[in-house]
């Protein structure tokens, strides 16, 4: 309780029980997969395996290591972001530094540590100069991404920042009108809330409120109380 209210008084919101109207949207169809999310026999140590040694696309020879994700392997939770940054591609974690810490944040100001979810990205290797992922790119990396889901079954898949939330929904609607509403995640129909990126709420605070009611309905949905 103490960690939401530091996290509301960062934002300087005073009144957050405000709900907002759901929408379910459209499954998004499934990318081309090499290997098949959820085929029998898959494992997590299998595909972290392919992923640590993985050359399916050009980003291989620039990385310094690979970005699998992190996380409690049975979460309920999957937090989706980009690619990793410099600091990522360091030390080989999704989501640490400044960006990292304002993740932490904000999941602790709906209850959650980040050892309670787990945290990927679209591409698990950095793109040079931190340019946007390009799509061969995305098509090569994603499977893997889908295997994860697949092997956690997450109750919530949250998408972080306009990439992922395009990527995984696979559309170039804006992100500002991506969020605030319930998607479908694949065949599963897994219930997707996007909301934006901390490297984006870092340069843009005055975006935080939408974020904090973004976690407020990825909340709901994860509890089953969103309807
Ligand atoms: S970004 Fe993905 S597909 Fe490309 S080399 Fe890295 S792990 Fe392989």
């Avoid at 392919?50 to 310094?64: D, P, S």
């Amino acid at each position: 309780m103490a960690s939401r209210q530091a996290w509301l008084d960062a934002l300087g919101i005073a009144d957050w029980r405000q709900h907002q109207p759901l929408a379910i949207q459209p499954a998004r169809a499934p990318a081309v997969v090499i290997r098949e999310a959820g085929a029998p026999g898959d494992s997590w140590e299998a595909v972290a395996g392919e992923v640590a040694n993985c050359t399916r696309c050009g980003l291989h020879e620039c990385r310094t290591r690979t970005v699998f994700g992190v996380g409690d392997r049975q979460a309920r939770w999957l937090v989706v972001g980009e690619a990793p940054g410099a600091d990522e591609d360091l030390q080989g974690e999704p989501f640490v530094g400044r960006a990292g810490g304002l993740l932490n944040a904000m999941l602790r100001g709906i209850g959650l540590a980040r050892e309670q979810v787990f945290i990927a990205n679209v591409l698990k290797c950095r793109p040079p100069n931190n340019r946007d992922p390009a799509p061969e790119e995305v098509a090569q990396c994603l499977p893997y991404l889908e295997r994860q889901i697949a092997l956690l079954q997450p109750r919530i898949l949250l998408a972080v920042g306009r990439i992922a939330a395009q990527n995984l929904l696979a559309t170039d609607v804006t992100i500002g009108r991506l969020r605030g509403q319930v998607h479908a995640f694949g065949a599963g129909r897994i219930p997707l809330v996007v909301t934006y990126h901390p490297a984006y709420l870092l340069r843009s605070p005055g975006e935080k409120r939408k974020a904090w009611e973004d976690l407020k309905l990825a909340r709901r949905v994860a509890a089953g109380t969103a309807a």
